[in-house]
């Protein structure tokens, strides 16, 4: 089967990763009055008749890094069931496959990490800064292309942890100039019964960041879980997530959440960098997210350089000493109180 047809037939993922089929650009319309339009291999945007002032124009991608493969999985069914005209989007969409040649191969990257490549336009010397690239102009289009100048524009990037994490599910905000932690934002997260929260106090060039950066999106990378093979996930243990993005992008408006399960919120006190081959950390390599260091307890080092739990402990996340040369081999963040007026606000 050609690839639109199949995309067409709600196959979008398998259509997506089938490399043998050439790609092929296409518009339709679905009996409900939806306009699709498939720009891209595993790029898809969704247009629903009559928008309102309301309307927002959201992005929904997975797959930027090849094996967190829970996030694609529900982005398939997210897709199929729009496709198939079983849910009746309400808001402009912006459905992403992010790197099919990593899924394929069941690795996170083929040559570099993807999520630190949406700073600028990359010089294209590898697949994943070509696709990076592909990324940053399809969100482009879709954002300027906006019928509304006005319309409210969200990115949520789905990913999953390589490690365990005393949170199974938690978000990452990126810093930006803008005012991109909104409470609609925050209600989300709690209708998804996302347990953490992390803001960022400094940008880093990942896919989220270049959303709410370059357009004032309001912009999570979101951690769903742990890796697995496709197929092999646990997604009942992601249904309220589901429930929620599912919600996001039919509902005009999600109501104020009324249950008790509350966001855990950490801002992030340092990024710590390899600058040497000699970094290391002292516990091991597999350590889970969010674990707890009490002050002055040592955590690395680097060159002779040694790296200390500071004033009232800190807890780590993301720690990866085998990165690059000059990328980040962990975050230190802190639980944190917040103040709520029209944005979330980390108190120090």
């Known amino acids: 089967m050609a690839l639109l047809k ?26 409900n009055g939806v306009v699709c339009q498939l720009t891209a291999r595993g790029v898809l945007t969704v247009i629903p008749p009559g928008l309102s002032a309301a309307s927002k124009d959201i992005v929904i991608s997975s797959g930027v890094h090849g094996d967190e493969t829970g996030p694609i999985e529900l982005l398939q069914q997210l897709v199929k ?35 630190r490549l949406f700073g600028s336009i990359n010089d294209e010397t590898n697949v994943d800064r070509i696709r990076a690239n592909l990324l940053q102009r399809s969100v482009d289009t879709f954002f300027q292309n906006s019928p509304s100048e006005h319309a409210e524009r969200w990115h949520l990037d789905l990913h999953s942890a390589i490690r365990d994490s005393q949170h199974y599910t938690f978000a990452v905000s990126p810093f930006s100039e803008h005012k991109t932690r909104g ?36 912009a999570l990378t979101m951690e769903l879980g742990k890796v697995a093979r496709l197929g092999e996930n646990d997604l009942a243990r992601l249904e309220a997530f589901n429930q929620a993005m599912t919600a996001l992008v039919s509902k005009q408006a999600l109501p104020a959440y009324q249950g008790d399960k509350q966001v855990c919120v950490y801002r992030v006190t ?54 690059a040369l000059g990328q980040r081999a962990c975050l230190l963040v802190k639980q944190s109180e917040v103040e709520l007026t029209d944005q979330v606000v980390a108190k120090f």
């Open 183 to 218: 409470l609609a934002l925050f209600n989300f997260l709690h209708h998804g019964e996302i347990e953490a929260m992390m803001l960022s106090g400094s940008a880093a060039p990942t896919f989220s960041w270049y959303s709410a950066q370059n357009y004032g999106a309001q």
């Open 270 to 323: 340092r990024t710590l960098t390899k600058h040497t081959d000699q970094f290391t950390f002292t516990f091991p390599a597999n350590q889970a997210n969010f674990t707890y260091f009490e002050e002055g307890t040592v955590l690395g080092s680097d060159n002779g350089e040694e790296y200390v739990a500071a004033k009232g402990g800190e807890s780590v996340v993301f720690p990866n000493p085998n990165v």
């Open 81 to 115: 069931k729009i496709l198939l005209g079983d849910l009746m989007p309400e808001h402009r969409l912006l459905l992403i496959i992010g790197h099919p040649e990593a899924i394929n191969a069941h690795t996170r990257f083929i040559d570099e990490n993807m999520n």
């Open 6 to 31: 199949a995309v067409q037939n709600g196959e979008f993922l398998s259509a997506t990763l089938d490399l043998s089929l050439p790609f092929e650009a296409g518009e339709w319309q679905l009996e």
